[in-house]
């Protein structure tokens, strides 16, 4: 019997265990798409203590907890950070078989290398330990990412964001580099129109001119489009239950925008009709540059009101929705690529029933220009684990080409992500090494090596063009 997590972990094969060790450990990182703070990054944070770091701000461990059985004071409320933590070690031992029970363990390895299982009898020892490491400058932001051989990360941005952070870290010589990500969510959200127009008070000042008519919102979100792209931005990223590509004219959608100025509710109709124009005019000022543009659809969010009103969004109320995908994302697509406007793209589902659906629409639009120029994107979010990370391997490897993929992500909030990265090498490794071993693939160990470290890293390097 193996032991838990040892330095074999996933990896079942001894061909996968050599592709893991030789060819995609030591392999850096580059995070396409996190959700990690720029200021922390910037400004070198030390944190206080351990929940600090791994509790504050993730609702994976949130939902765990209150599944378990947790007061919200313990999530989210005003219970110490020791509590919360103990609360937290109450309910591991609850995940096995929750891809949280293999991440916790992996990140109290790899940054404190603590071995033990941990519950509630090591709860304080642990939360001690690691915050005393935590207070040192060894533990800061930039050297947690350090350790995991991060060398760039992509953070999540509004384009009224003022990037300051990202102003102020580039001004520095330093080995890692943030870059942030053009995310207009806000920008085209008109389902309630009073938020809306607070967003649209919110641009004018970003952009430092009035806004009276749609022609003047464009030109605003340009002008930050160009902003971004001057602070090294190279990625849009658009957060969608669905793709929007219903029929409309300028006309029309200038007429929604002044009924929207004067205050006026809209529509379902109207409503779907100005998000498919502003996706399209994103998606040209992306192409424009040259950018990647990535889509990240299914997710029906904020499902119980009660505590979405009392705690907010992305707080641990969201969940996989099912919508009909294929046909409105062919004629967006479809749309762009007839007018030659259609740049690199990646697609994520959060619905694995639309697994198949990505994975052959992207086929759909790669035209020899670019290797891997429509992508169907990692496993993300409720899909990021063991078997979600498995099923997209698989139906990306029978559908397209997984030796061109760009390979993971976090879409993490934690500086104690990464070892995410290391799960899904191992499960890729462990993957090929096997099929290697029943003589399904060739016992071509340079070359497999090689499409490994290419998916780990090489992709994303030459896709996203991150080397100046």
């Known amino acids: 019997m193996k032991a838990f997590l040892d330095k074999d972990f996933l990896l079942k094969t001894e061909t996968a265990k050599r592709l893991f060790h030789d060819f995609a450990a030591d392999m850096p990182i580059i995070d396409y798409h996190c959700h990690l703070s720029p200021k922390d990054i910037a400004e070198d944070r ?6 600090e770091v791994w509790l504050h701000g993730d609702h994976y461990k949130w939902r765990a907890m209150r599944t378990n059985g947790i007061d919200e004071s313990f999530c989210t409320g005003a219970a110490s950070d020791l509590e919360k933590f103990e609360q937290w070690a109450a309910t591991v031992p609850y995940t096995m078989r929750n891809p949280l029970y293999h991440w916790t363990h992996m990140e109290l390895q790899r940054y404190f290398n603590i071995n033990e299982l941990l519950s509630p009898e090591n709860a304080k020892d642990i939360y001690e330990h690691c915050t005393a490491l935590l207070k040192t400058k060894e533990f800061s932001v930039r050297n947690l990412l350090r350790k995991m051989k991060v060398e760039l990360v992509c953070t999540t941005d509004d384009p009224v964001d003022s990037l300051e952070y990202h102003q102020a870290m580039q001004a520095e010589e330093t080995d890692i580099r943030m870059v942030p990500a053009f995310r207009p969510d806000m920008a085209m959200n008109v389902n309630s129109t009073v938020p809306f127009l607070q967003y649209v008070e919110k641009l004018s000042a970003a952009a430092g001119m009035p806004i009276v008519s ?3 919102y464009l030109a605003a979100l340009k002008s930050r489009h160009d902003y971004f792209a001057t602070m090294g931005c190279k ?8 793709m929007y590509a219903d029929a409309y004219t300028e006309d029309e959608i200038k007429v929604i925008f002044d009924r929207l100025l004067k205050g006026e509710e809209l529509c379902l109709k109207c409503q779907r009709q100005f998000k498919s124009a502003m996706l399209v005019h994103f998606a040209e000022w992306d192409h424009e540059k040259g950018w990647v543009q990535q889509f990240h659809l299914g997710a029906l969010r904020g499902n119980n009101s009660r505590m979405l009103a009392q705690l907010g969004p992305d707080t641990g109320w ?3 929705g099912t919508f009909d995908q294929a046909k409105s994302l062919s004629t967006f697509l479809n749309g762009l690529d007839t007018r030659n406007k259609l ?3 990646i697609l994520y589902n959060l619905n694995p029933a639309d697994n198949e659906v990505m994975a052959t629409m992207a086929g759909n639009f790669n035209d020899g220009s670019v290797a891997g120029k429509v992508q169907f994107g990692s496993g993300w979010w409720f899909l990021d684990q063991k078997d979600g990370i498995i099923k997209q391997l698989n139906t ?10 760009v390979g993971m992500l976090t879409d993490s909030r934690s500086f104690l992500s990464f070892p995410r990265h290391e799960y899904f090498r191992r499960i890729l490794c462990d993957l090929i090494g096997t099929e290697v071993e029943e003589g399904e693939l060739p016992n071509d160990i340079e070359w497999l090596g090689k499409m490994v470290q290419d998916i780990c890293y090489n992709n994303n390097v030459n896709y996203f063009n991150w080397k100046p």
């Open 46 to 51: 030390i944190f206080n203590n351990l929940s």
């Open 318 to 320: 969201d969940s996989i």
């Open 343 to 345: 740049t690199k793209t």
């Open 235 to 242: 990625v849009s990223d658009h957060g969608l239950e669905e």
């Open 214 to 216: 749609f022609a003047d």
């Open 396 to 405: 990306l490897s029978n559908m397209g080409l997984l030796s061109r993929f």
